[in-house]
DNA sequence: GCGTCGTCCTGCGCGC
DNA sequence: TGCGCGCAGGACGACG
């Protein structure tokens, strides 16, 4: 599922490519889905960038052309048979491929996302300056949700979804269950250097890519941070810390995973 | 206002 | 072998 390694290893690869191109039509089959796309015809890219697990594509006239991959899409360089729609260049084609039809792809002006409220509301980069153990904090200590469903929110923080928050909160030997705002601060503390490192590595390896919904770069090639997950999809083996065994339950209805020693309540 | 839950959608794995 | 059920997931609207 694209998190924000998996769109960020995208948005590498597709900006070089991408920026100052024209942007010819964005060509698609499902007007209910997929609408408003037609007036980023004609306008010049001038660059692309990622905030949270959205890709956003600056154009001129103050537009944005925003695409979530929701969780099984991909941008790729060559057509696949679910491609959903192809945002045409005056150089290549990119084609959206979506087998599930969770994505989102639509033209906003700059900065207005009234009509999606996740980004508007979204919390700071997490490999950015802003995202602060003390910022984390603040934001965590507003909300009574257990901690695993306020990251799931992208308010404390952007980018974060099933496998990285239980990857994030297995490294700060955090319980997913525990209320947001009962954390200490040196467990907070704990928990914000976790995130930055399971995603600053699972950069550097281009993401995960799993069996079901498998996510694959614009090229095709997989990610390759499954190998080091400790905890996500490992129910039933050693964690790799203690020894104990993997433990899965669902929480907020999302299969959670933790290793009950580690991440005592 | 806040938190929880159901819904969308489709491919795949499993059980019978 | 083949069928059908249930699960997976992010975002968001409905509901309490």
């Known amino acids: 599922m694209p998190e924000l390694p998996e769109v960020e290893t995208v948005r590498r690869m597709l900006a070089p490519l991408v920026a100052e191109q024209r942007l010819l039509a964005v060509v698609h089959d499902d007007p209910l889905r997929y609408r408003n796309l037609d007036g980023a015809a004609g306008l010049r890219i001038k660059r692309l960038r990622r905030r949270g697990k959205y890709l ?17 899409g991909s941008l790729r360089l060559d057509e696949g048979s679910h ?3 192809r945002i045409e260049l005056e150089g290549l084609t990119v084609f959206f491929n979506d087998p599930r039809r969770f994505g989102k792809l639509l033209l906003v002006p700059a900065g207005d996302y009234a009509a999606l409220p996740t980004l508007a509301r979204m919390g ?3 490999l950015s300056r802003n ?3 003390r910022a984390l904090a603040g934001r965590l200590a507003g909300t009574r949700r257990p901690l695993k469903a306020a990251l799931l929110s992208q308010e404390p923080v ?15 030997r955090l319980h ?19 995130i930055r490192s399971v995603l ?12 079901d919904g498998a996510y694959t770069r ?9 190998i080091e997950h400790s905890v996500y999809g490992r129910a039933g083996e050693a964690c790799p810390r203690c020894g104990r065994k993997i433990e899965r339950f669902v929480l907020g209805g999302r299969s959670t995973h933790v290793c009950p020693r580690c991440q005592s309540r």
Request: net charge negative.
């Open 56 to 72: 956003i594509f600056d154009l001129e006239r103050d537009l944005e052309l925003v695409i979530h991959l929701g969780m099984s």
């Open 83 to 85: 491609t959903r729609a």
């Open 124 to 126: 700071p980069e997490p």
């Open 131 to 133: 995202f602060t153990a």
């Open 158 to 172: 952007a980018g974060l979804g099933n496998i990285y928050a239980d990857e994030s909160l297995w490294g700060a």
């Open 176 to 194: 997913p269950a525990r209320r947001a705002d009962t954390l200490a601060f040196f467990e907070v503390r704990a928990l914000h250097r976790a």
């Open 200 to 211: 600053r590595r699972a950069v550097v390896l281009g993401g995960s890519t799993l069996g």
């Open 218 to 226: 614009p090229d095709g090639e997989p990610g390759y941070f499954q």
